[in-house]
């Protein structure tokens, strides 16, 4: 028996997923424990949960409380960190006669460099966002009484904002900083801005900063009720290049891109992405950020500035006609095609619609505010043309078979109110047959699981209506041609036919979608967990810790489970990490293109020796009792954040 491991990562954490070779059940395993070399010092992942409620952790054997799954993430990891791993099981006739088989523990995984320079060229990074909790709810524990959450993330150098933040905010102020230091301008399109360390970052640049505000989610035509950004606007009047596009009731300026030039004002790089120049934006909302180091890409960024620009408040036929055409760049083996709206006819939801037909393998998703559900395919949200991908009647696109997962948040009014007849903002999706899951407000947001879950903390899940802001879409991730689509666009008609926006379509780096790919499964999962929670907290039936038999693994190794595995298990064993810069530097790209982000324990020395030497017949084994299916009201083990 052996087992193949496959790691994954982002810069942000790592996610494993490994399989036994033969997927056949291992004898008297009770779970597996994680071995991890970071810098060439050894320690254990392990499971949040035991075997009895009684059970406490023992920090000198943590891998006693194993894990009883195939798919696991480590958030202990930073930029620059070189690890490895390997799945060992945990082995015994019961949890209390358990041993570390090492014998039959996949090979150590070649070094991984941590980073999010995905290709030489194109680099991603996320934010932590409120969607990880539970430490969330220990760190305000920590805080002085009264604190508010709202006033903690707002405040530079507080250490919950910083976690919250992620990789996304020091590299958000690395760049503003870079570009001072160079003397360098900036081209900022912004839909809202109150972040103070955000500001003052704008403001040292001077008039090198073009800056030009949109009036954010504001509530009517007249003012002072047309501009979210009003404050901010008199504040910065003077100290950078600010110019003003306040659109009208039934539009959003809604860009969050930046593009960075040289002193002499040639375009070199553009960061784009989902998230607005916010404290909410980079603390409690899941949003991501995507940096180009391009100077055609950002050649087409800076030309939409200037139609924005040259387009005052209005939407005049240039704008528009400059937005509904598209220029594909090839970048780091791949290509890059920016798209602009508003567009004259929807062209970029059509180019979009044709990528996502042509998904062979798999479909993840992260939606904010996608719209309504229309009746007419031409006004299709991109979510519509997903799940129809599970329709029978949807002729040639139609494929059963594809896997599809996703989260969409719904802003949906009066969610903080507690209506219990209120709709449920956010959904998880597991295929696009099935109704969706949707999540109750008990889940959502603040103080929504109400008492102790055994060891599980209270959890505070939303500082606003917000819970998930990413707009992504990735297909085949693991595929011949893996596509993210990301950017300000909420990926749906009203878009694409009334606002200002911008979708980077990324067809062919394979990197760059395996890291959106595995931000997007940390979310699913996180909330499918929450979900489970709430729903069986006073269930004394519910699963409530592992199973003390081998018999657990039935379930992981057979149907959709096992279908679902084996799909992580696709992607490329890759070449050493790209190093990325680590601190308040900007990552930095090498000189020749090399793949990252994923290795695999098939690359690992050991396993070759494995391959080649000679094979012993085995005695005939003893035949395995039928594994027995857990109940479907078991969920997976928690992963710890």
Request: glycine fraction near 8%; proline fraction near 7%.
């Amino acid at each position: 028996m052996s087992i193949d491991l496959k790691v994954y990562d982002n810069g942000d954490h790592t996610c494993l997923v490994w399989l036994p070779t033969d997927l056949k059940p291992i004898t008297n395993c009770r779970g597996f424990s994680i071995r991890k070399l970071c810098n060439g010092k050894e320690s254990y992942l392990h499971g949040s949960v035991a075997f009895s409620d009684t059970d406490k952790l023992d920090p000198a054997n943590p891998w006693k409380f194993p894990v009883q799954r195939f798919l696991w993430w480590d958030y202990f990891v930073h930029p620059g960190d070189v690890v490895q791993y390997s799945v060992v099981p945990v082995v015994g006739p019961s949890a209390a006669q358990l041993s570390l088989d090492a014998k039959n523990a996949s090979p150590l995984t070649p070094p991984m460099t941590i980073t999010g320079q995905c290709s030489p060229n194109i680099s991603a990074y996320f934010n932590k966002g409120i969607v990880a909790a539970q430490w969330v709810s220990r760190a305000l524990d920590a805080s002085p009484k009264g604190s508010k959450i709202s006033t903690l993330v707002a405040t530079p150098g507080n250490t919950l904002r910083e976690a919250l933040s992620g990789l996304l905010r020091p590299q958000i102020l690395a760049l503003l900083d870079e570009a001072k230091k160079n003397n360098g301008q900036i081209y900022a399109a912004l839909y809202e801005l109150n972040d103070p360390e955000l500001i003052a970052a704008l403001e040292a640049l001077g008039q090198n900063c073009h800056l030009l505000l949109g009036n954010g989610a504001f509530k009517s035509n007249t003012p002072p009720d047309n501009d979210e950004n009003a404050k901010v606007r008199v504040q910065l009047k003077g100290k950078v290049d600010l110019s003003d596009r306040i659109v009208s009731m039934g539009h959003f300026a809604h860009n969050k891109f930046v593009v960075f030039c040289d002193s002499a004002g040639n375009p070199q790089r553009v960061l784009t992405g989902s998230t607005n120049w916010t404290s909410s934006g980079l603390c409690t909302q899941a949003n991501n950020g995507l940096i180009i180091s391009d100077a055609g890409v950002a050649a087409d960024y800076l030309a939409a500035w200037k139609r924005l620009m040259a387009a005052g408040n209005g939407y005049p036929p240039e704008l528009v006609n400059g937005n509904s055409s598209a220029t594909t760049h090839n970048v780091d083996g791949g290509t890059v095609m920016p798209w602009f709206v508003r567009t004259s006819a929807q062209q970029d939801l059509a180019y979009a619609r044709k990528l996502i037909d042509g998904a062979k393998e798999g479909i993840l998703f992260l939606f904010f505010n996608p719209g309504v559900f229309e009746q007419e395919p031409n006004k299709w949200t991109l979510l519509q043309n997903i799940l129809v991908r599970h329709n029978p009647d949807s002729g040639a696109a139609y494929n059963p078979n594809l896997y599809i997962r996703g989260v969409v948040n719904q802003d949906i009014p009066l969610l903080t109110k507690l209506d219990p007849n209120a709709p449920k903002p956010v959904t998880l999706y597991t295929n696009g047959a099935d109704s969706p899951q949707a999540l109750s407000h008990d889940v959502l947001v603040p103080h929504n699981i109400k008492t102790q879950y055994h060891e599980w903390e209270k959890e505070l899940l939303g500082a606003s209506m917000v819970n998930i802001h990413s707009k992504v879409i990735v297909l085949d991730p693991f595929g011949e041609h893996p596509v993210v689509m990301t950017g300000s666009h909420n990926l749906g008609f009203k878009a694409s036919s009334a606002n200002d926006d911008n979708l980077a379509i990324v067809e062919g780096n394979a990197p760059l979608a395996a890291a959106y790919a595995i931000n997007i499964i940390a979310i699913f999962q996180t909330y499918r967990w929450n979900s489970y929670v709430e729903s069986h907290r006073v269930d004394t039936n519910a699963w409530h810790g592992l199973v003390d038999n081998d018999q657990w693994q039935g379930e992981y190794l057979t149907g959709d489970q096992l279908a679902e595995t084996q799909f992580w298990m696709k992607g490329q064993a890759a070449a050493p990490a790209i190093a990325a810069a680590v601190g308040g530097g900007v990552a930095t790209a090498p000189a020749a293109p090399a793949r990252v982000h994923s290795v695999s324990s098939k690359d690992s020395p050991v396993a070759a020796i494995r391959r080649t030497a000679p094979v012993k017949k085995a005695a005939p084994a003893k035949k395995a009792a039928p594994a027995k299916k857990a109940p479907a009201k078991k969920a997976p083990a928690k992963k710890k954040k």
